[in-house]
């Protein structure tokens, strides 16, 4: 059985930086897809992030490129979201998901982005 | 970008009685390799997203047959043949043919009239 824990949110500042961590179990976070989606409080699911599972490569959605960071550690089998200069539309849960189609998801992990 | 559409994005629905979701994408989502990557995902209240119906209209394991996916192209939908009060929650097509970005549709509240 897949179970993917997040953990890492909590209440920042804007201009402030969080690390988001997912220890994975059942997957090899080195031989899947591995992403973050967010959901913003009562709104729906938007894409963050993903890490290529050959290869490496990373992806980002726009409005968050040049300020969150997409990471594993395959001997912790755990995936990281760094964030970096976060803004009050930051602010949601952060999923993290394995799978090129997000077949598998975590509880999430809540960041609240307030002065 | 492609631009993922659902409608209604509120259904409510009679218990026993059937629902349909429709989702519709501003580009073909027909891969190159032949397949189209267009994904259904159930979010019931409180809980985490859960995959349904991958690649239009496989359900993953334990998911009940009244779900079903079907469609082409860009227009794509989500039916429940008899529904339960489990099914209540938020539903979301997502394509994953197009990418980055991966992008969802806004989200389809079921809930019990």
């Known amino acids: 059985e897949v179970q993917l824990v997040e953990s890492g949110g909590g209440l920042v500042q804007p201009g402030a930086s969080l690390r988001l961590s997912c220890e994975a179990s059942?997957?090899?976070?080195?031989?899947?897809?591995m992403s973050w989606v967010r959901q913003a409080p009562e709104k729906g699911l938007e894409w963050v992030a993903s890490l290529k599972q050959e290869g490496g490569e990373k992806y980002y959605v726009d409005s968050v490129k040049g300020r969150f960071t997409i990471s594993r550690d395959n001997a912790k089998s755990s995936l990281f979201l760094q964030l970096n200069s976060l803004r009050a539309e930051d602010s949601a849960v952060y999923y993290c998901v394995g799978g090129r189609g997000l077949a598998y998801w975590g509880q999430g992990t809540l960041v609240t982005v307030s002065s | 970008d492609v631009v993922m559409t659902q409608s209604p994005l509120s259904l409510p629905v009679t218990l026993g009685q059937p629902a349909s979701i429709s989702c519709r994408s501003s580009?073909?989502?027909?891969?190159?390799?032949?397949?189209?990557?267009l994904h259904w995902f159930q979010q019931r209240p409180g809980q985490s997203p859960r995959r349904l119906i991958y690649r239009v209209s496989n359900r993953e394991s334990g998911v009940p047959d009244r779900f079903s996916g079907s469609g082409s192209g860009t227009d794509f939908t989500l039916k429940i043949s008899r529904v339960e009060a489990e099914d209540v929650g938020v539903y979301y097509c997502m394509q994953a043919t197009h990418w980055p970005p991966w992008t969802f549709g806004q989200g389809t509240k079921v809930e019990i009239k």
């Open positions: 580009q073909s989502l027909v891969h190159s390799d032949g397949n189209t990557y």
């Open positions: 059942g997957l090899s976070v080195n031989n899947y897809w």
